[in-house]
């Protein structure tokens, strides 16, 4: 099952996802990605639950700076 917003939380934490997989989901919903395969699986059941996901004051300046660069090239 591919894993999207849509996806059901229960549904998720049944479903077997390689690491890669839920990588590539946080990148494209803005979460962090340089985490264990546990802790991303706590970020992406707590997104999916609508949980906000506080992050780390170095993983938000991140993220503003890759959305800057990406403003800035188009």
């Not at 803005?30 to 170095?58: A, C, R």
């Amino acid at each position: 099952m591919r894993l999207s917003k849509q996806t059901k939380r229960d549904i998720f934490l049944k479903t077997y996802y390689l690491k890669e997989e839920l990588i590539e989901f946080c990148k494209d919903n803005h979460l962090p990605t340089s985490l264990s395969k546990q802790e991303l699986t706590k970020i992406i059941s707590d997104f999916l639950e609508g949980k906000k996901i506080h992050l780390k004051k170095k993983e938000k300046k991140f993220i503003q700076e890759m959305q800057g660069l990406i403003i800035f090239q188009q």
